[in-house]
């Protein structure tokens, strides 16, 4: 039985309360009382609330910021914590050797950045942006793009709630909401489900390279008082990751004791028998890292994808009724782990065509000014002169691609009409080789002090969807876990998800079979990433589901 869906009209709909889907909205609504010309704008966010699955570091570039809400200071921003002291460290087994910061070119000084949670700042733009009369509807997830006759995206149709596991509809059934707009901005973050489709249907990637990504893991934690140092920033790399997988750390200190810690793992690794997240507790051990954590407490917990691509990566911006912003395009510079500065950007940007266009009596067709402002704005000279840096560290090794890497970053501020580029190779589920040519990993065991299992890890990051609801991890063939990943790559599902929520079970008799366990889901998107047969599909579960994270 379908159900029909009742809908409401607005002049922009906005998909994603992070960043760079806030930035967005109150610059439309910031122009609305600057003309006198009235714009309607809705956002929708698929978390509880807003700020419930932003994940990031985060030492913010208030650049952004300062474009948006001149003023942010008087106004409360919670923005704390300037940066007072950077290091750069590659560890070792055992040593560590502090790398001089007079080496480091000059985009990679974080003077004048803040320590900050990035949930709560976006948190602070929501209050913001409907001071301003935008509507904010939390825990709608948007499930569904709508076009019009010619093609054009036309808006986007929240998913039904109250549908059973089989697929009935339950007692509580609502069905999902239809949401129009003269033009729709996606502002999901990386790995979008809607941007993956749009893409998609209007080839935006079709002049571009594989887009890259990371995974990020961060636990926030409680320290001792003697060991908290306000301001500190520590980013490492090497140990315990081999020479051939690009990643690192960062240690963030802020706040009332608070120190951020992360592991991001570039998703182009080669071993199937690689854990990011066993690799991240494997971290924590390090003689320089193990003793800032004993006597603290762990708070919280979470995962999230990165886009690594870049500037070669970034697709067409723009389609037909529409955009992308932000990290949903891939906005991030890599070596300088920032994004959510060009996210801003990139929505004020946007705003500020969508509105001329809204102000033309224009709708559903391509916003070609926003597309031509990102390639002369500030994004474009951030990116660009980083674009290198990830496939250099890829292509030779982290010893080498990183030093090669920064005399890159070093010639392309000095030079910045240089415009060699280096390309990417394989997209990242293409990288895995074989399990018969690979070594296993063997893992210490968590010592449940300062390193974790998965489950008591994804219980700290108040995850909750409700149960009996259609999965939404959707596999295109349920035979290829078993039949083809795991005899060619161990099933490596069960490794790259930092939730435990893909497992290989074996009955009596010997015969195994592939369990989900979607009630685990961060969200991360890393199985719709890294998957070598691209076999799992990541779709919104019931609006409101997954994480709910605290001061992350």
């Known amino acids: 039985m379908t159900t029909e869906r009742e809908s409401m009209e607005f002049d ?47 030492v913010i570039d208030p650049i952004g910021l300062n474009q948006l809400i001149p003023d942010w200071k008087e106004q409360g921003a919670p923005l704390e914590t300037p940066v ?3 290091q750069f460290i590659y560890l070792g087994p055992a040593g560590a050797l502090r790398l001089p910061n007079f080496l480091m070119p000059p985009l990679m000084n974080n003077h004048g950045n803040y320590i900050v949670s990035l949930g709560n700042l976006c948190r602070w733009l929501a209050t913001q942006a409907e001071e301003l009369g935008v509507e904010i509807y939390p825990g709608f997830a948007a499930a569904e793009i709508l076009y019009n006759d010619d093609g054009s995206v036309k808006g986007v149709a929240t998913g039904d709630m109250g549908v059973s596991r089989e697929g009935e509809q339950k007692d509580s059934y609502m069905a999902g909401m239809e949401l129009l707009g003269k033009y729709t901005l996606v502002a999901e973050g990386a790995r979008g489900s809607l941007t993956k489709q749009l893409i998609s249907r209007f080839e935006l990637d079709k ?43 960062f240690l963030y200190h802020f706040g009332e004791n608070y120190v951020s810690v992360g592991f991001v793992v570039h998703l182009n690794y080669q071993n ?94 391509l916003l070609a000014d926003y597309a031509k402002a990102i390639k002369g704005s500030s994004i474009a000279r951030d990116l660009k002169r980083v674009r290198n840096v990830k496939p250099l560290w890829s292509r030779l ?33 293409a990288t895995l080789k074989k399990a018969a040519e690979s070594k296993a990993i063997d893992y210490p065991k968590p010592d449940g002090v300062v390193t974790f299992d998965k489950l008591s890890s994804v219980f700290l990051s108040a995850t909750n969807h409700e149960e009996d609801q259609p999965v939404h991890l959707r596999l295109e063939n349920a035979d290829i876990p078993i039949q083809e990943n795991l005899p060619n790559f161990a099933e490596p599902a069960q490794r790259y998800c930092p939730a435990g929520v893909y497992e290989v079970l074996e009955d009596e008799s010997g ?41 992350m």
Request: one cysteine or more; glycine letters at 14%.
């Open 12 to 58: 922009v709909v906005i998909v994603g309360a992070g960043p760079a889907g806030l930035a967005a909205a109150i610059r439309l609504k910031q122009l609305e009382a600057e003309t006198g010309q009235e714009i309607s704008v809705v956002v929708l966010e698929k978390g509880s609330e807003v700020g419930a699955h932003i994940l990031s570091g985060a």
């Open 84 to 86: 007072t002291q950077d």
């Open 207 to 249: 002049n571009s390279d594989f887009q890259k990504f990371g995974i990020g893991m961060k636990e926030l934690w409680e320290v001792d008082p003697d060991k908290h140092r306000p301001g500190l920033i520590q980013h490492t790399m090497g140990w315990p990751l081999p020479n051939n997988t690009g990643g690192g750390s």
């Open 272 to 365: 199937p028998y690689l854990s990011p997240f066993d690799e991240f507790q494997k971290f924590k051990n390090h003689p320089s890292i193990r003793p800032l954590f004993e006597d603290g407490k762990r708070v919280s917990y979470g995962a999230r994808a990165i886009t690594e691509g870049g500037w070669q990566s970034l697709p067409e911006l723009v389609f037909s009724g529409g955009a992308l912003v932000g990290c949903a395009a891939g906005m991030v510079n890599v070596p300088r782990i920032k994004g959510s500065h060009n996210a801003m950007i990139s929505g004020i940007l946007a705003a500020e065509a969508t509105f001329a266009a809204v102000s033309e009596n224009r709708s559903g067709d």
């Open 397 to 429: 090794g982290t010893a080498l691609g990183v030093a090669v890497g920064g005399a890159d970053m070093w010639l392309n501020s000095i030079f910045p009409f240089l415009n060699y580029t280096v390309g990417h190779g394989k997209p990242d589920h």
């Open 511 to 551: 015969e195994k079979r592939f369990q989900i366990n979607a009630q685990n889901c961060v969200h991360c998107k890393t199985c719709d990433i890294k998957d070598p047969a691209q076999n799992i599909n990541w779709t919104c579960p019931e609006g409101g589901g997954g994480p709910n994270y605290p001061n």
